[in-house]
Nanobody, 125 residues
Framework: QVQLVESGGGSVQAGGSLRLSCAAS????????MGWFRQAAGEEREFVAA????????WYSDFVKGRFTISRGNAKNTVYLQMNSLKPDDTAVYFC??????????????????WGQGTQVTVSS
C-alpha cells in the first residue's frame, strides 16, 4: 500500500511560481516512476509531467514544457513539481501518482495505480 500526500498549492498571479511536493509512504519509493496530472473544473484529468524511478528521465506535456520541472528526492520519498511562469490556464487540482509496475506509457492516467488527494492551484490574471 502506498499513500501519497500533495502540498504546496495555492493562489498566485499570472507569471508567478509555485512548488508542489508529493510525499510518499513506504520504503520502495525509489523503485517506481512518478507522475503529476491535473484536472480543471469540468475537464478531464490530463498529464503534466513524469519522472523515472532514478530521476534520470523526465516527460512533459507540451503545454508545460519549459515552464515546469519535475524532480524527486528518493532519500525523502518526495517528488516535486516546480511551476514557473504560471498562466490562468494552469488553474486546476494537481495530483501526484505512482506508476504501476509493468506499465510503460507515462502520459496516461491508467498507467498509475496510486493517487494523492490533490492540491488546488489557482492562477489569476
Amino acid at each position: 500500500q502506498v499513500q501519497l500526500v500533495e502540498s504546496g498549492g495555492g493562489s498566485v498571479q499570472a507569471g508567478g511560481s509555485l512548488r508542489l511536493s508529493c510525499a510518499a509512504s513506504g520504503r520502495t519509493f525509489s523503485n517506481y516512476a512518478m507522475g503529476w496530472f491535473r484536472q480543471a473544473a469540468g475537464e478531464e484529468r490530463e498529464f503534466v509531467a513524469a519522472i523515472s524511478s532514478g530521476g534520470d528521465s523526465t516527460w512533459y506535456s507540451d503545454f508545460v514544457k519549459g515552464r515546469f520541472t519535475i524532480s524527486r528526492g528518493n532519500a525523502k520519498n518526495t517528488v516535486y513539481l516546480q511551476m514557473n511562469s504560471l498562466k490562468p490556464d494552469d488553474t486546476a487540482v494537481y495530483f501526484c501518482a505512482k506508476k504501476a509496475l509493468g506499465r510503460t506509457i507515462m502520459i496516461i492516467a491508467s498507467s498509475y495505480d496510486y493517487w494523492g488527494q490533490g492540491t488546488q492551484v489557482t492562477v489569476s490574471s
